[in-house]
C-alpha cells in the first residue's frame, strides 16, 4: 500500500465511521441508550429518597431492592450494548493487539543498536542529557499552557454540569505517587515480564544496560549488534504488514465511539471539546515553533511525514500504536538510527505532551464544575504533582485519568467528577494521542539536529 493511499484511506475510513457510527447509534443503539437513562434516572430519584430515611426503616429496605433491581436492568442493557458493537471493536483490536506485538520486541532491538552504536557511557549520557532537557522543558509548557488555557476559558463555570452523586463510582483505579510503586514501575524485575506486560519503560532500563554492556566487550558485541539490527529491521517490515490494516482499524474505531455515544455528544460538551482542541493546536504550534528555532524550514517536511502517524494515534486514541511508523518516518527524514533507537522509545514513557496537557485541563475543569477555586500556588502544586506522577504513563486509552484519578483527593476534588468526562474521554484522547506523537518525533528530530546526526531526507516510497 503506498504512503499516499494509506492516507487517504484512512481519511476515507474516518468518514464512513462517523457515517456508519451515526446510522447504526439511531437504528440499533438508540433504544438500549434509552434504557440506560430510564435506569439512571430512576437510581438517582431512588437514591434521593434514601438519604431522607432511616436505615432501619421497611421503606428503606424495598428502596434499596428497587435499587438493586434498576441497576441489575442497566447493566443488563450496557452487556447488550458492548454485545451490538463488539464486532467494529473487534476491528480495532486486531491491529492494536498486532501493534503492541511487535512494540516490545521493536524497542529492545532497536534501543540496543542505537545505545552500543553510540559506544561509550559517556556518550550515552550526553545524548540522554539532551533528551531529558527537552523533555522537561515540553513537560512544563504542556502543562503549564494547560493550566493557563483552562483558567483562561473556564469551561466548567460555563457548562454549569450538575454534581455527581457522593457514591458515584467511576470505574477507573487511581493511582498514587508512592516511591515504592514508581520504582517498581521503572526498575523490571523480569525482562520477560516487562516485555509480557508491554511495559516500555522498563524495557527501556533493560536495553540501555544491554547496549552498553553489548559495547563494552568489544569485538564480540559486534555479532550481537548485527543480529539486532537484523531484527529491528524484520519487525519493521512485519509493521508494514500490520499498517495495511490501519484503515479497517480506525474504521471500527471511529464507528464504535459514535454509535455508543451519539453524534449528541458532540454538542452536548462542545464548548469543553472545543476549547480542549484549540489549547492542542496551541501546543501544536508551540512544538513547531520550537523545532523550527533548531530545525528551520524542515520542520514542516518533518510535520508532513508523520501525519499518517499521527492519523492512526488520532483514530485509535494511542499513540502507541503509531510507534512503528514514527521511527520509520524519522529514519527516512534523515535522523540517524541510533539518535531515534535511543529518543524515540524514552519518549514514549517521558514525553506524552498531549496528556500531560489534559491532565491540568481536565483537573481544573472538574474543579471549575463543583465551583472550587484553587489558588495559584495550588494549582502550581497540582502541577508538579502531575509532572511526577505522570512520567511512565503508558500511551494508551485512559492512561491520563488513572493519573488525575490518584491527583483529585490531594485537593479535595471528588474523585466522582470523572464521572463528568468519561463519556467524552475518547473524543479526547484521540487528540491528546496525536499530539504525543508530534512531540516525541519533533523531541528525536531535534536531538538529531544537536548531535549533528541529522542527513538529508531519504527518498524512500
Excluded at 63 to 71: D, E, L, N, S
Excluded at 212 to 239: F, P, R, S, Y
Excluded at 414 to 441: F, Y
Aim: some cysteine; hydrophobic content about 50%; aromatic content about 10%.
Amino acid at each position: 500500500m503506498q504512503k499516499s493511499k494509506l492516507t487517504l484511506y484512512i481519511f476515507v475510513a474516518l468518514i464512513l465511521g462517523v457515517i456508519a457510527g451515526y446510522l447504526y447509534n439511531v437504528y440499533v443503539i438508540n433504544a438500549i441508550n434509552t434504557r440506560m437513562s430510564s435506569a439512571d434516572v430512576a437510581i438517582k430519584k431512588i437514591d434521593t429518597r434514601l438519604a431522607g430515611l432511616d436505615s432501619t426503616a421497611i421503606a428503606y429496605k424495598n428502596f434499596k431492592i428497587q435499587r438493586a433491581t434498576q441497576v441489575s436492568l442497566r447493566k443488563v442493557a450496557d452487556d447488550q450494548r458492548e454485545d451490538k458493537l463488539e464486532g467494529f471493536n473487534i476491528l480495532s483490536k486486531i491491529f492494536l493487539n498486532l501493534i503492541k506485538m511487535i512494540v516490545g520486541p521493536l524497542v529492545f532491538s532497536t534501543l540496543v543498536v542505537g545505545v552500543a552504536k553510540v559506544g561509550d557511557i559517556k556518550a550515552v549520557g550526553r545524548i540522554g542529557g539532551k533528551t531529558l532537557l527537552w523533555f522537561l522543558s515540553a513537560t512544563l509548557v504542556s502543562l503549564l499552557l494547560g493550566m493557563l488555557l483552562v483558567n483562561l476559558f473556564q469551561p466548567g463555570t460555563e457548562m454549569h454540569l450538575p454534581l455527581p452523586d457522593s457514591h458515584l463510582s467511576t470505574g477507573i483505579k487511581k493511582t498514587g505517587i508512592s516511591l515504592k510503586d514508581f520504582v517498581d514501575h521503572v526498575f523490571p524485575r523480569s525482562f520477560f515480564e516487562a516485555m509480557t506486560n508491554n511495559e516500555i519503560l522498563q524495557i527501556v532500563v533493560f536495553s540501555i544496560f544491554f547496549g552498553i554492556a553489548t559495547a563494552a566487550i568489544g569485538e564480540k558485541g559486534e555479532i550481537v549488534i548485527k543480529a539486532m539490527d537484523a531484527i529491528a529491521h524484520i519487525i519493521l517490515k512485519i509493521t508494514g504488514y500490520v499498517m495495511m490494516l490501519a484503515p479497517l482499524a480506525v474504521f471500527g474505531a471511529i464507528t464504535a465511539i459514535i454509535a455508543k455515544q451519539g453524534l449528541g455528544i458532540l454538542s452536548t460538551y462542545a464548548i469543553f471539546i472545543g476549547e480542549f482542541y484549540f489549547s492542542l493546536t496551541v501546543l501544536w504550534m508551540v512544538i513547531i515553533f520550537a523545532g523550527f528555532v533548531v530545525l528551520r524550514k524542515r520542520v514542516f517536511s518533518l510535520v508532513g511525514k508523520i501525519k499518517d502517524a499521527m492519523l492512526i494515534a488520532f483514530s485509535t486514541s494511542t499513540s502507541e500504536a503509531a510507534y512503528p511508523k514514527v521511527l520509520l518516518e524519522l529514519e527516512r527524514f534523515g535522523c540517524n538510527n541510533k539518535i531515534v533507537s535511543f529518543v524515540l522509545p524514552l519518549g514514549y514513557s517521558f514525553n506524552l505532551d498531549g496528556s500531560m496537557m489534559y491532565m491540568t485541563f481536565a483537573s481544573l475543569f472538574l474543579a471549575q464544575a463543583y465551583n472550587m477555586h484553587l489558588s495559584v500556588g495550588q494549582q502550581v502544586t497540582m502541577l508538579l504533582i502531575l509532572m511526577l506522577t505522570s512520567k511512565g504513563v503508558a500511551g494508551v486509552p485512559r492512561a491520563s485519568l488513572v493519573v488525575i484519578a490518584g491527583t483529585l483527593p490531594m485537593f479535595n476534588i471528588p474523585e466522582a467528577g470523572l464521572a463528568l468526562i468519561i463519556g467524552i474521554d475518547p473524543l479526547l484522547d484521540m487528540g491528546r494521542s496525536a499530539t504525543n506523537v508530534l512531540g516525541n518525533a519533533m523531541a528525536t528530530a531535534v536531538v538529531s539536529k544537536w548531535e549533528n546526526e541529522l542527513s538529508e531526507e531519504q527518498l524512500v516510497n
